[in-house]
């Protein structure tokens, strides 16, 4: 597990507290088809395409005063098709964008595993994979998060999931496969809320942390 910036383990979030001193919740946020457009697997930055609307959304988290923290599957490393290096790259991209319209993301945490990956090192069950909530605990662990006031936003079934096994909030957006997923309900799971997109959520968000 590494502790660089931009690594599984992040390495920027701030302890998480309120001005009276009790801890505040955080917004854990996917990436392909949340923050970026959902085109496959990312292998270089060139395929990085971020929503219009991303950095503002971001911005709004961080003037709210909530961590917002990056938690993504990235099964293309243990499948071979890229690397962890590539992947960081890609976040330092990611972090420098959102720094020009004054965003930032205060952690970028992703699992590289997948049971069927062909690559050994990575070819393992693990608790790190989204709807498992092992990356969302050791950020947790590490900085203080209350997960009763958090959010998790995603395109994907498995993001609500990560919400309920956290005991957080859970909000399905319609990009990237979130409109497909919609069309296909669960019957033994809902979203919190279904918005269009990202800044929809944090909108939604906003409205039940004032």
């Not at 505040?24 to 395409?49: H, K, N, W």
């Not at 395109?155 to 956290?166: G, H, K, M, S, T």
């Not at 990237?176 to 979203?191: K, V």
Request: with cysteine; proline share 3%.
């Amino acid at each position: 597990m590494h502790a660089a910036p931009f690594s599984r383990r992040g390495g920027g979030c701030r302890q998480a507290v309120d001005v009276s001193g009790r801890l505040t919740g955080a917004v854990f946020l996917d990436r392909d088809g949340t923050i970026v457009d959902e085109v496959g697997y990312v292998d270089r930055v060139e395929r990085l395409s971020i929503f219009p609307w991303s950095i503002d959304a971001i911005r709004a988290i961080n003037r709210a005063g909530l961590p917002a923290v990056l938690v993504s599957n990235q099964a293309g490393i243990a499948r071979g098709f890229l690397t962890e290096a590539i992947v960081e790259e890609l976040h330092r991209h990611l972090a420098s964008r959102l720094a020009e319209g004054g965003a930032h993301l205060d952690a970028y945490l992703y699992c590289p595993h997948h049971p069927d990956g062909r690559v050994d090192a990575y070819a393992q069950q693990c608790d790190c994979r989204k709807p498992g909530r092992g990356l969302v605990d050791r950020v947790v662990e590490r900085f203080g998060i209350d997960l009763t006031k958090s959010f998790v936003v995603g395109d994907r079934w498995l993001d609500v999931e990560l919400a309920r096994a956290i005991g957080s909030r859970g909000i399905l957006v319609r990009t990237g496969w979130g409109a497909a997923e919609e069309a296909r309900p669960r019957q033994d799971l809902a979203a919190d809320v279904v918005t269009d997109n990202l800044i929809g959520a944090v909108g939604w968000v906003l409205r039940q942390v004032r």
